[in-house]
């Protein structure tokens, strides 16, 4: 890539290139690291094994969530600006113009949250830390509109955990952070109901994990971090 970076998002484009934006980068001063968020973006095309700049962010941004939509567009939402400062802020990507534009705020800062798409086309956004601690809330992002909705708040507030919709349209929420320790517990998310319901907990707490939905149906859930260290553990969640 044109820039080092960490904390960013990568997201799938129409054209089979991908769109990698944001993040931690990193300079050299005085003998030092210096750390700072990044606006820039880039996408790497497959094709040619290469990678081109593209628009930077309005904004720059880390620890935010990153949406492919229907509509080939890229949704990004919340982050962090600095290592203390939370963001409202959304922007969308045109990937026929390499452009951002800005779209509705958040209806609260939030950063490390879970985002993924619904069947519905709407995107929920849920969790993360608003800067004075772990959040409980979600919201729904309509692209028709450009706006926030609220919906039903999570049983137990987290940051850094993994969201994934399930074939039944369900969204599955596990692990995390709370404002104390790494979270075992899961819910899942009702989107008919706009309500969360408990979906058991994991065997071992984990944040930052890695989630993956099978073919049967059946969700792998790898490493992470636990309350001490990483970890190598993977479970499986039956629906």
Known sequence: MAYARAHHAAVPLPSGEVLVMGGDGRKEANGESEYFSLATAERYQPFTDTWAPTGSMREARLFFGAVALPSGKVLVAGGVATRHSPLRSAELYDASTGTWSVTGDLLEPRYAPGAT???????????????????????????????????GSLNTARLSHSTTVLPSGKVLVAGGYSDCCALASAELYDPATGTWTSAGSMSSPRKGQSVTVLPSGQVLVTGGTGDWDLTATTELYTP
């Open 117 to 151: 798409l619904l069947p519905s086309g709407k995107v929920l956004v849920v969790g993360g830390d608003n800067g004075r601690g772990a959040l409980a809330t979600a919201e729904l992002y309509d692209p028709v509109t450009g706006t926030w909705t609220a919906t």
